[in-house]
């Protein structure tokens, strides 16, 4: 039997997106069985209406986290789901909450773990300078944007970026990391070994390196006058 997802989101959605379209998938291991926004005004919420995925809303404005919580919990009881993924969920989840979906609650951050952590983390890696950036894709733990990495996808930052461009080719990255590795956590093929995930799936190969190292990067040349 497939594993039954609920996305949740804050916004316009383009992850859950992407993830309703892999499940469309006859062979894709898990079925989307609702998208929960904590805000009614998400973009996100139509999209998965018009996909024929079911939708919730549990508001989480002006109410204790507590309250929130119970009632997020209650729906995804009643909806019999078996694993949360969050697609740009914007609240803070309770140490309680997590702790009851742990191994259960996947997590797509726009950088590559663990570093910028939090908000705005393309400008944040562009004033750091880094040459490369990316996504990630992590079971959830207490504390803001950890837990053990499944799966994380590398893009170059190049001399004329700007948060935009940068953020544009980052998102591209997250669109097909996320779908795969919420498909190898449905499938069983995610273990946890001493706080770490391993994954059964297909190696990296290769070096990733942003400028190329080439032949003549490495050679000695004589100084010029
Ligand atoms: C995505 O870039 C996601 O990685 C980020 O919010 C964006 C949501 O876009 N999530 C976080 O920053 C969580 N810390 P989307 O609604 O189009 O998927």
């Not at 997590?98 to 797509?108: D, K, P, Q, S, T």
């Not at 663990?114 to 959830?140: N, Q």
């Not at 980052?170 to 391993?198: F, I, K, N, S, T």
Request: proline fraction near 7%.
């Amino acid at each position: 039997m497939k594993a039954r997802v609920a996305i949740l989101i804050s916004g316009r959605g383009s992850n859950m997106a992407a993830l309703i379209a892999a499940a469309r998938a006859p062979d894709y291991p898990a079925e989307i069985a609702l998208v929960l926004s904590n805000r009614a005004d998400a973009g996100g919420l139509a999209l998965a209406a018009a996909a024929g995925v079911p939708v919730a809303v549990v508001e989480s404005r002006g109410r204790p986290r507590e309250a929130f919580e119970a009632e997020l919990q209650a729906v995804l009881e009643a909806r019999r789901i078996g694993l949360v993924a969050l697609a740009g969920f914007m609240r803070v989840l309770t140490e309680g909450f997590v702790r009851a979906w742990e191994g259960r609650m996947l997590n797509i951050h726009p950088s590559l773990l663990p570093a910028f952590k939090g908000l705005d983390t393309h400008r944040r890696a562009l004033e750091a300078g880094v040459r490369l950036h990316g996504c990630t894709v992590h079971l959830v733990s207490p504390g803001v944007d950890e837990g053990p990495i499944l799966a994380q996808a590398a893009v170059p930052v190049l001399a004329e970026d700007d948060e935009a461009a940068l953020a544009a080719r980052v998102l591209a990255e997250e669109h097909r990391l996320y779908p795969a590795a919420l498909a190898w956590l449905a499938a069983g093929r995610v273990r946890l070994e001493g706080g770490r995930a391993r994954v059964e799936a297909e190696g990296a190969s290769g070096v990733l390196a942003n400028p190329l190292p080439g032949p003549a990067a490495l050679s000695t040349q004589p100084p010029r006058d």
